[in-house]
């Protein structure tokens, strides 16, 4: 290492989205230590890991945007690198320190980091390597001290820094919130460029009633809520949870229209049209959502076409779809919060609750009940009593 070159600083993340934290971190760092070079550097995301994973292009606009609304836009020191994106595979941080070693032969290398990934750096792969290379640069998240840290050694950076994570405030943007741990600048980058589904809310809200969108955005945020514990992506509960009724506002006789054009002239169709027509908006919801957004991955289409009556089988999203319809805050039965309280608890158990009370609101009606709701019943008290 030549001391009379001035340091480079590697920052890397998903920044998916970046959030003021890491605005801080990076100001931070431009001020203490004066680099010649601060390279944020994205990792790739996995198209795997969500319905719509967000793309380096968009993630950099939004860096650049969250940059600049901290004061530390065109400083030429300061550059979004592609380059673990670019290998679109996971990248180890042994490989991007190297990476930057080979551009800066010489300069002392800095790795930035908040305290709260200290900890977990000896889990890291070839850490030799890096810390061959680069020293460890930390911000102080609250509650953290210099002398509480472990993990390795590391140059700390003057102030704490804010907690927040990228993966906590992605379920509150699926559903059109706005965390306040995002700039403005950055909220405005995601709604024009269409980020987080907004363009498909925004396709949603034209299509329903304002009541219904509010009910949708509902259902949407409680399945987000609880997808982790149903081993589930929050982006794919949040898109079911939002498309789920965007046929409910057809009048009868147009979504009886619709049904007839489009669904298999099945006995069950026949008999749907003359006893409950209202229900077709499941089946149609899920036609209809293919039209707007294009063709459902059949998980989707399931928990779109089966949120209203159940079926026995259904898969883990369909289940939560369903449950979090009967639950979602906006309900104005009783029930509806005790099986919201119970979901956060127990998810199997809210979801046969959910069929408990839709099965004694029907019945209490006096009418014509669906028979897959009824088997789904049937296939519940069977496991339970199997
Ligand atoms: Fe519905
Ligand atoms: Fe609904």
Same mark, same amino acid.
């Given at each position: 290492m030549n001391p009379g070159k001035r340091p480079v600083i590697i920052y890397g993340g998903s920044? +998916?989205?970046?959030h003021r934290g890491h605005a801080a971190l990076a100001a931070a760092a431009l001020r203490q230590l004066r680099p010649s070079a601060l390279y944020l550097v994205p990792g790739f995301r996995t198209p795997?890991?969500?319905l719509k994973p967000v793309p380096f292009a968009d993630r950099k606009a939004m860096l650049l945007a969250s940059l600049s609304a901290a004061g *530390? !836009? !065109?400083? &030429?020191?300061v550059k979004v690198s592609s380059f673990e994106a670019g290998l679109r595979r996971v990248v180890y941080t042994w490989e991007t320190v190297a990476h930057f070693r080979r551009l800066h032969p010489g300069a002392p290398l800095y790795f930035l980091m908040g305290s709260d990934c200290l900890a977990d750096?000896?889990?890291?792969?070839?850490t030799d390597l890096i810390l061959r290379e680069a020293a460890l640069l930390v911000g102080m998240r609250p509650g953290h001290s210099i002398s509480g840290l472990r993990g390795a050694p590391f140059t700390p950076l003057r102030g704490v820094f804010p907690r927040a994570a990228s993966s906590d405030l992605r379920a509150p943007l699926f559903c059109g919130r706005s965390p306040r741990e995002l700039q403005p600048a950055v909220l405005r980058v995601i709604k024009e460029r269409g980020l987080y589904l907004s363009s498909e809310r925004e396709l949603l809200r034209r299509e329903i009633t304002p009541a219904r969108y509010r009910h949708s955005l509902s259902v949407a945020s409680l399945a987000a809520e609880l997808a982790p514990a149903a081993g589930l992506p929050a982006q794919l509960a949040a898109f079911a949870g939002l498309v789920?009724?965007?046929? /409910?506002?057809?009048a009868p006789a147009a979504l009886v229209s619709y049904a007839l054009r489009r669904?298999? /002239?099945?006995p069950m169709l026949r008999t749907l049209i003359k006893e409950?027509?209202? *229900? *077709?908006h499941a089946w149609a919801g899920a036609a209809r959502a293919a039209e707007l957004f294009g063709p459902l991955t059949p998980e989707i289409r399931e928990a779109v076409e089966l949120h209203a009556t159940g079926a026995p089988g259904m898969g883990p999203l369909a289940r939560l779809i369903y449950t979090c319809d009967l639950a979602? &805050? !906006?309900? +104005?039965? &009783?029930?509806a919060a005790m099986v919201r309280e119970l979901a956060r608890r127990d998810l199997d158990a809210a979801f046969r609750a959910a069929n408990y009370v839709k099965l004694v609101y029907a019945f209490s009606g006096g009418g014509w009940v669906h028979p897959l709701s009824v088997e789904l019943w049937n296939s519940l008290q069977e496991k339970k009593n199997g």
């Open positions: 920044f +998916d989205p970046p795997f890991k969500d *530390l !836009g !065109g400083r &030429p020191e750096f000896p889990k890291w792969r070839r789920h009724d965007c046929a /409910r506002d057809m669904a298999p /002239r099945t409950a027509p209202v *229900l *077709l979602c &805050p !906006g309900r +104005d039965f &009783p029930q």
